[in-house]
């Protein structure tokens, strides 16, 4: 930026440009510009815009508006400080959800703190791998998969907690639960 308080970084592998703060080296700001190689990127004088390019001569210059960066938010449990395993999305209504697990507890939280779902399974939630996977929300947010003692997947519904399907897997560990790109 003209004030030197900000830096643009094209990448070429990603297609994209990403703002740093100088001064913290935070990222302030990414955006993906397809094809573009990220070799072409200059501030608005205003310091309002950057605008972005290519070398192709058939692609179009993009203006992308700079804006205060949205507030930072923090996901806790609040039955735990421990959290063993966790997935966000964003729901629509609630902008983002959080589905987090520690020992046998789930609990889906809101950005603002609500407390979407808690429920405590009795059992720990885990998988053969590890605890990472163990908890993860539908894209949209409408259900939350849970992997009980690297053995059983249960589907909750989010709104009440009600059990929508459960499977148990006989000799073989469960890896991990993902859920597709359009739940």
């Known amino acids: 930026t003209r004030d030197g308080t900000q830096i643009v ?10 703002i740093y703060d100088v001064a913290s ?3 302030v700001h990414r955006f993906i510009h397809p094809k573009s190689s990220g070799c072409s990127a200059v501030f608005f004088p205003a310091g309002d815009c950057l605008v972005t390019g290519t070398v192709a001569a058939t692609q179009q210059c993009v203006f992308h508006r700079l804006q205060p960066p949205a507030p930072r938010f923090e996901f806790t449990m609040s039955t735990s400080t421990h959290i063993d395993s966790s997935s966000v999305v964003t729901d629509g209504k609630h902008g ?5 697990a520690a020992g046998s507890q789930v609990e889906v939280v809101t950005e603002a703190g609500a407390v979407l779902l808690k429920k405590d399974f009795g059992e720990r939630l885990f998988t053969s791998r590890g605890t990472r996977t163990a908890a993860q929300l539908q894209p949209g947010g409408k259900f939350v998969a849970c992997v009980l003692a690297e053995r059983t997947v249960v589907v909750l519904l989010v709104a009440d907690g009600s059990e929508c399907w459960r ?5 073989h560990n469960v890896w991990g639960v993902w859920w597709s790109p359009n739940g």
């Open 25 to 27: 080296a935070a990222v």
């Open 167 to 171: 499977f148990r897997e006989g000799s």
């Open 9 to 18: 970084v094209g990448r070429a592998d990603l297609d994209d440009f990403t």
């Open 96 to 100: 983002a959800v959080a589905a987090m």
